[in-house]
């Protein structure tokens, strides 16, 4: 054992500096957003003298505001969306018997052969026919049910008992109460795993919305903060402080939630 | 068949008179009927149009009408697709078994950590939650030329030559794919380490009982158990570098691709011959040459999956 020890040593003291390593650009986004203008290229991780007023500055002007509130309410209502479609629709092919079942289950999982960049031209000429340029449900409609999220419950209700199920159709419930107040309780980690993968994956879009938005006013955080940099252009004080406000919440949701989070990847990348 | 006839008069007659299991397939069609409105609008009558498109020559300005295979013959001798084609692979090429390999390494010593394991675990995931657009413009800022920029300040406190990164033709595409990789760790050592937990501790020990060095572990118990989980990852990484776009389009966005189209891949030609050009119908085509590539590599996979 004593011969392993200062192996054991080397490799923590190795992996701790990597990680070091792994999170110095948000360390340097942080720490630079903190900074005015003048300590921009003094490389200091801790500001000589910290600032808040690129924040003051940033939300004060509102349009960052806007994009944020823009971004939380397209990411939440899509994810409410899949999270109810997805396993809606995953339930009942997982337990319901009848004939289509399987037809059902190969079209729709065969949609993730699909790549959404095919699909974003004719999603843009929908868009733009109906009138959903520049409106939140342009921005949302495509992602309101996902194949991958409907496979991924699928899996789980395939795992609760069929006893449960048959017990609450004797006590005479409905299907739909069976499912919302028995069965869902029942997969809630792979529910929160979704969840957050939608969020995630919603908070961070940013092909789709660059294209279907047009005004300002409709921008998310991504496409937003894309184009304030540009006007920006080398203020990199007042562009880091933008990228945090893009970054922190999805940071600090982390430190809150770090064991479910690591635990629904798991889940997701093992059952996907 | 009678009871169709009665259906108005005795509605919850009727619903009262089904076996069980009639009322079960109207349930799930019910619990179908919205679900599957959606994916026939919104996934497949557009996939159909996207390969009707392709063979149309549709401009924002003018309707689209049709004209064969014109727009995949143009593709085909547009030297910018082939540039866009190579650039799309390399990030392919050097992104996959980069990224791979780090993360492999880190999480099978990770795996043996106790002390302050998820801290550690932690740092390696923390960049997989950020948003691409922006860390985009942290990378870009760390590219810059002295005194802005921070790689080359270091480098230049070191008595280091400077490197022109983003403006160079041969560094840029590297140097683009950086933050795809960094991002991207974290999420594959959470893979690896799940994989590898789920090795069962029974094999390692009737190997060490037989006298197996750390590395005939690796090779001959670890690695082939972690097959599942290394195509998966191969898979899944080899399509995010393919569809690489966030990083690309906001490191550069006064030439978004260049420098010369050095750093352009597919999905951005895709974007800017739809919306800089309004080449709808062009554009629809090189949408088809991606998903036949994605097309590809998943048949791959499932071929790989099944000879297990």
Redesign the interface.
């Known amino acids: 054992m004593s011969r392993v020890r200062p192996g054991?040593i080397v490799?923590?003291t190795?992996?701790?500096i990597?990680?070091?390593i792994?999170?110095t650009?948000?360390i340097?986004?942080l720490s630079?957003s903190l900074k005015d203008a003048s300590q921009?290229?003094d490389?200091r991780v801790i500001p000589a003298a910290p600032t808040l007023d690129n924040y003051i500055e940033i939300l004060g002007d509102g349009r960052f505001t806007r994009w944020f509130i823009n971004s939380m309410i397209v990411a939440g209502i899509v994810t409410i969306s899949n999270v109810f479609?997805d396993s809606?629709?995953g339930?009942?092919l997982a337990k319901?018997?009848?004939?289509g079942?399987y037809l059902?289950f190969i079209?729709?999982l065969s949609?993730l052969?699909?790549?959404t960049?095919?699909?974003?031209?004719?999603?843009?000429?929908?868009a733009s026919q109906f009138g959903w340029v520049d409106s939140y449900w342009g921005i949302m409609?495509?992602g309101?049910?996902t194949a991958f999220g409907?496979f991924l419950m699928k899996q789980f209700f395939e795992g609760v008992p069929d006893d449960f199920i048959e017990a609450a159709?004797i006590d005479g419930l409905n299907?739909?109460t069976i499912?919302w107040k028995i069965a869902m309780p029942l997969v809630t980690p792979a529910l929160s795993a979704l969840a957050i993968f939608t969020f995630?994956g919603n908070?961070?879009a940013?092909?789709w919305p660059?294209?279907v938005t047009t005004s300002a006013e409709l921008y998310t955080?991504?496409?937003g903060?894309?184009s304030f940099?540009?006007e920006q252009s080398?203020q990199?004080e007042k562009?880091?402080t933008?990228?945090s406000i893009?970054?922190l919440p999805?940071?600090l949701?982390?430190l809150f939630l770090?064991r479910y989070i690591?635990r629904g990847?798991?889940l997701a990348?093992?059952k996907? | 068949m009678s009871a169709v006839t009665h259906r108005e008069a005795a509605t919850g007659g009727l619903w009262s008179r089904m076996s069980?299991?009639q009322?079960?397939?109207i349930?799930?069609?019910g619990?179908?009927a919205?679900?599957?409105l959606?994916?026939v609008v919104?996934?497949?009558?557009?996939?159909f149009?996207?390969f009707y498109?392709s063979v149309t020559d549709w401009t924002i300005t003018k309707p689209a009408s049709f004209v064969g295979l014109e727009n995949y013959k143009r593709l085909v001798a547009d030297p910018l697709f082939w540039q866009v084609f190579r650039n799309t692979f390399m990030y392919l090429i050097l992104g996959t078994p980069i990224s791979l390999l780090i993360s492999f390494v880190?999480a099978y010593?990770?795996d043996?950590?106790r002390?302050?394991h998820?801290f550690?675990?932690?740092?390696?995931?923390?960049?997989f939650?950020?948003?691409?657009?922006?860390?985009a413009?942290?990378?870009r800022?760390?590219y810059q030329p002295v005194?802005?920029g921070?790689i080359n300040?270091i480098l230049s406190s070191f008595g280091l030559p400077q490197q022109p990164f983003l403006r160079s033709t041969t560094q840029a595409l590297p140097t683009v794919l950086a933050?795809a990789v960094?991002a991207g760790?974290?999420?594959q050592i959470?893979?690896f380490?799940?994989?590898l937990r789920?090795i069962p501790a029974t094999y390692y020990e009737a190997a060490r009982i037989d006298g197996l060095s750390e590395w005939a572990i690796l090779r001959k118990i670890t690695i082939p158990l972690l097959k599942p989980?290394l195509v998966?990852l191969v898979v899944f990484s080899s399509?995010g570098f393919l569809?690489i776009?966030?990083q690309v389009?906001?490191i550069n966005?006064n030439d978004p691709g260049g420098p010369l189209n050095s750093t352009k891949p597919l999905?951005l030609m895709?974007?800017q011959t739809?919306?800089s050009s309004y080449e709808?119908g062009y554009?629809?085509s090189q949408?088809?040459v991606?998903?036949l590539i994605?097309?590809v590599i998943?048949l791959v996979q499932l071929r790989i999956m099944r000879d297990r």
């Open positions: 054991r490799s923590w190795l992996l701790f990597g990680g070091v792994m999170i650009p948000i340097f986004m630079t921009v290229y490389l479609f809606l629709v339930y009942t319901f018997k009848f004939r079942r059902v079209a729709i949609t052969m699909i790549p960049e095919m699909l974003v031209l004719p999603w843009y000429l929908m409609f495509p309101m049910m409907t159709r299907e739909f499912w995630l908070w961070t940013f092909f660059l294209i955080l991504p496409v903060l894309s940099a540009v080398i990199w562009i880091m933008g990228a893009a970054t999805t940071l949701i982390f770090q690591v990847v798991m990348g093992l996907g | 069980l299991g009322k079960q397939v349930w799930a069609w619990f179908l919205v679900p599957l959606f994916y919104i996934r497949f009558w557009p996939t149009q996207a498109l880190v010593y990770l043996r950590v002390f302050m998820s550690i675990r932690a740092l390696y995931f923390l960049p939650l950020t948003t691409a657009a922006a860390m413009w942290v990378w800022w760390f005194p802005i921070v300040d933050p960094w760790l974290g999420f959470i893979i380490l799940a994989g789920a989980t998966f399509i569809r776009f966030d389009y906001n966005t999905v895709i974007y739809a919306f709808m554009a629809a949408t088809v991606l998903f994605l097309l998943s």
